[in-house]
Every structure is written in structure tokens, then in C-alpha cells.
């Protein structure tokens, strides 16, 4: 999945593992199997709308997916600007 966001335009992203409670149970991250994963990239609204197109269309009929996205300010804006 990283590698999409690449290719799709993205500078870079952040992938952490997560833990928490939903819909779909605990997941406490104890084993491989039962862990999950956030990513977080900082990108302008249509490449955000164009990686969540992608991740509905490759990846939400086979797994549990949240996306979402959020404004942001960056204190550091010369570090995202090519």
C-alpha cells in the first residue's frame, strides 16, 4: 500500500501501528494478524481525495478501513513544498 501514495504523488508519509476498539473488535496489536496500521500523509485536498478513491477502490471490500482527512497548519512548510 505505501508504495501507492508514491506513485500517486505523494512527498512522503508516515506509518505507525495503532491499537483501539471498534466495529470490528480489540485490536491490540499482540500478534501480527491482529494489528493495525496508520498512515499519515500531508498533501493538498485533491491528491488526499485521489489516494482515498484509491483506497476505497483497492482496498475496502477486503479490509477494515477508516479514511478521513483533516486541515492542518504547518509550522514547517518548506519541508513539503518541492
Known sequence: ???SFSRLGAQGY?????RGSGSH???GA???ANSNIRVEVICSHELAQQI???LQETYYDNHAM???S???DVLR???FTS
Do not use: C, L, Q
Open 30 to 32: 499482540a500478534w501480527e
Open 52 to 54: 482515498a478513491d484509491h
Open 70 to 72: 483533516s486541515d492542518i
Open 77 to 79: 512548510p518548506a519541508k
Open 25 to 27: 473488535g480489540v485490536r
Open 66 to 68: 477508516v479514511t478521513y
Open 14 to 18: 508516515t506509518t505507525t501501528n495503532a
Open 1 to 3: 500500500m505505501d508504495s
